[in-house]
């Protein structure tokens, strides 16, 4: 007994030897306690995780940077198990048992599930005040659920968000799939499915269920807006002119009984058709062509005729039509791509923070259908889709670069430019939202109210003006587009955009921008100050701005800003 005893003393005699297996036995230590808490925090019905994650992250807020490393090592590992495993989600999941599927039905009741999806939730998830959870459906990427407008956000994807941007375009329902997609329209074509299959976390909240694989979380929305007249989900665009050779312009047509407004747009709808023409008892679906534009308004007594099927609505008649667009997207603008070939000839778009820069990338993408670049790089444009983020600004590969420069040296480092000009009180307010808000975002009231506010304009509003008159002293080939002007006449200024970049105009693709102008980038009309956030000594220094940007302009034989910049 003494000799083995005698040994392990000579063993942890030499130091080496000593100072390592210590280390073994602490590093041996530490894991086996957080095994055990591992195992703890995942016992249980669910929820308790939670509060032994919180005592770890204390934990390791007082442990030294190697034991910091270590401990996200094996949080990692952990975290990882536990996904494998069965998954937590909100209580009216949590309460079908050991995993089991519900029993659905799946006939033409697409709202059946309403009552089943209530079991558990709570005042805030039934009705929010905009929305109510409907429940759980399958999506089929040939034949989708909501077919209205679509974008995604595999960052920052929430059900507020998608909710808004669907009210925000009239839709009647917002479904969320695959934790970052959301779907608009206004009738759900699809059966349910168990709610236990819409169990992905949303990408932006991980408290709220966002669909799941080829299912969808579906609300009814509550508000409606008042930016478009809307007949449903369609929007009405006006009263027209039968086109010169309508079966060319509008190819697809058909004699409904009782006609009314309902049955034409289901009709154009179920056609894939973006466009419902109501000519008395015929119907007609189609596109905007050059052949039928949309650019030429009837007075709308032209098409006073009562629907058959319908007292209070016109259906038009044999030489004025009455239009509406449904709710299908026209694609004919979607595909983008890279150039061919890559260009040395670096095109600018200039712009001060808040002159819609982001509005005017999404214009030119589909108008052209080629990317475009960035001085910078922001991961959620990237994760919207501008897939020309990720590219450095000299690449070549894009048909023009995003910047907000205005030093000689970075300007004087494109070819050319299209120099976007806005109202810099509107400019101001959005890029302030923009800052702390987010693109689509708005700061919060104390921000407005606060120290905030007129810091930034103090140091903003000059910049306003110094951006322009840089760009209009050392840019070589300068292209001016207001803002204002380009949300009035967006087929001729996008046209003259797209002229400017030396490429041949499609017609077809600009008028299918027209149908879908706004993309996913406008913020919504919901959330207005009530107050003017300029006080008098604003409005006196921004004035002036105003003036020295207008002289600037006429100077150089421009136009001079639009008659609302102008101090009143």
């Not at 990882?80 to 029993?103: A, L, V």
């Not at 168990?194 to 080829?214: H, L, P, Q, V």
């Not at 027209?240 to 409904?256: E, G, Q």
Request: charged share 25%; glycine share 10%; proline share 3%.
């Amino acid at each position: 007994m003494a000799k083995p005893l005698l040994r392990i003393q000579r063993y942890f005699c030499r130091k080496p030897v000593r100072f390592f297996s210590l280390i073994l036995l602490y590093l041996t230590a530490g894991s086996l306690v957080l095994l055990h808490s591992g195992f703890v925090g995942d016992s249980g019905p669910g929820g308790r995780g939670g509060r032994h994650s919180v005592v770890a992250s204390e934990a390791g807020g007082r442990a030294s940077s190697s034991d910091t490393r270590g401990l996200g090592i094996m949080s990692r590992v952990f975290k990882e198990t536990r996904r494998s495993g069965r998954r937590f989600g909100p209580r009216w999941m949590r309460k079908s048992g050991h995993g089991g599927r519900d029993t659905v039905g799946r006939g033409g009741d697409y709202t059946s599930s309403w009552n089943r999806a209530l079991k558990g939730r709570n005042a805030k998830d039934i009705d929010d005040g905009r929305a109510k959870y409907i429940g759980c459906y399958i999506d089929d990427t040939q034949k989708r659920a909501l077919r209205g407008v679509s974008f995604f956000d595999y960052k920052k994807m929430t059900v507020f968000r998608c909710q808004d941007n669907c009210a925000e375009r009239g839709y009647m329902y917002a479904g969320l799939e695959f934790g970052a997609e959301c779907f608009c329209g206004h009738k759900i074509q699809a059966p349910n499915a168990s709610d236990s299959e819409c169990n992905m976390e949303c990408k932006g909240e991980r408290s709220n269920m966002c669909g799941g694989a080829n299912r969808l979380s579906i609300y009814r929305l509550e508000l409606s807006q008042e930016s478009a007249r809307r007949y449903g989900s369609a929007i009405f665009k006006g009263c027209f002119h039968r086109p010169d050779n309508v079966t060319a312009a509008l190819p697809f047509s058909a004699v409904i009984q009782n006609m009314s407004v309902d049955k034409c747009v289901d009709m154009c709808t179920e056609r894939e058709k973006s466009l419902a023409a109501l000519a008395g008892e015929r119907c007609y679906c189609g596109f905007p062509t050059p052949l039928f534009s949309l650019h030429e308004l009837e007075d709308e007594d032209m098409c006073l005729y009562r629907c058959p099927g319908e007292e209070f609505e016109s259906c038009g008649n044999d030489k004025f039509f009455v239009v509406y667009q449904t709710q299908v997207q026209d694609n004919r603008c979607m595909d983008r791509h890279f150039l061919p070939a890559r260009t040395k000839q670096l095109v600018a778009l200039a712009s001060f923070p808040g002159a819609g820069n982001t509005w005017a990338r999404h214009l030119i993408e589909l108008a052209t259908g080629f990317y475009t670049g960035s001085y910078y790089f922001d991961g959620s444009l990237y994760n919207k889709g501008f897939k020309g983020e990720r590219d450095h600004w000299r690449s070549g590969r894009t048909i023009c670069i995003k910047t907000h420069e205005s030093g000689r040296k970075e300007i004087e480092a494109f070819d050319s430019s299209i120099l976007m000009i806005r109202n810099p009180y509107k400019a101001l307010m959005a890029e302030f939202n923009r800052k702390f808000g987010g693109h689509v975002g708005f700061a919060s009231q104390a921000h407005w109210r606060g120290k905030e506010w007129p810091e930034f304009v103090k140091n903003y509003a000059p910049w306003w003006a110094s951006h322009t008159l840089d760009w209009l002293t050392y840019g070589k080939n300068v292209h001016v587009v207001h803002f204002e002007e380009l949300k009035r006449d967006l087929f001729s200024q996008l046209k003259g955009m797209v002229q400017f970049l030396g490429l041949k105009v499609s017609e077809d693709r600009l008028l299918c921008v027209e149908g879908q102008k706004d993309g996913n980038f406008k913020r919504s009309g919901l959330r207005k100050l009530e107050y003017d956030p300029y006080t008098p000594d604003m409005r006196v220094n921004i004035d002036e701005l105003i003036r020295t940007v207008d002289a600037a302009l006429k100077k150089r034989n421009m136009s001079g800003v639009p008659a609302e910049y102008m101090p009143r």
